[in-house]
């Protein structure tokens, strides 16, 4: 069984049993977690698409160990100026286990009954406003 799982932005294809590497996870090695952002699932049977995501499904997987990945080097120069610098990256992960995709059971909805109640319009009465006449007060010259 396969997923396309989407997790800080990125989508992964993961597997069963199958030991992979996620962007950095908080927690210690040993800690479970849970996937609920599912995209797809391909069953041996049949294909399953999310809207966006499938509802009733997560997986569990395990927290194996953290580590650094390989260097990453910026190299950054202008020529004919004598201008060279070179910065290397580190990018933090976290090995993961995934141990099994969990259907939950379907959840009936309860429809909340919506009581309709009468408004009172009050009716009231159009009092004219008398408008005061503003007075020129511009002076002749």
């Known amino acids: 069984m396969q997923a396309l799982v989407e997790h800080r932005g990125k989508q992964f294809l993961v597997e069963e049993d199958q ?5 950095y ?5 040993g800690d479970k977690f849970n996937l609920d952002k599912i995209l797809f699932v391909d069953d041996s049977k049949k294909k399953e698409f999310g809207k966006p995501y ?4 997560s997986i569990s997987g395990e ?6 990945d390989d260097k990453i080097v910026v190299f950054k120069m202008k020529r004919r100026k004598g201008y060279q610098v070179k910065k290397g990256h580190r ?4 090995l993961v286990k995934i141990e099994k995709f969990k259907k939950a059971a379907n959840k009936k909805t ?6 309709n109640k009468k408004t009172e319009t009050k009716k009231t009465a159009n009092k004219k406003t008398e408008t005061k006449k ?4 511009k002076k002749d010259k």
């Open 110 to 115: 309860e429809t909340k009954k919506t009581v």
């Open 134 to 137: 503003a007075a020129d007060t």
């Open 63 to 68: 927290i194996i160990s953290h580590g650094r």
């Open 25 to 29: 996870l908080g927690g210690k090695a």
């Open 91 to 94: 990018q933090d992960f976290t």
């Open 54 to 57: 499938i509802q009733n499904l």
């Open 19 to 23: 030991e992979f590497k996620f962007p």
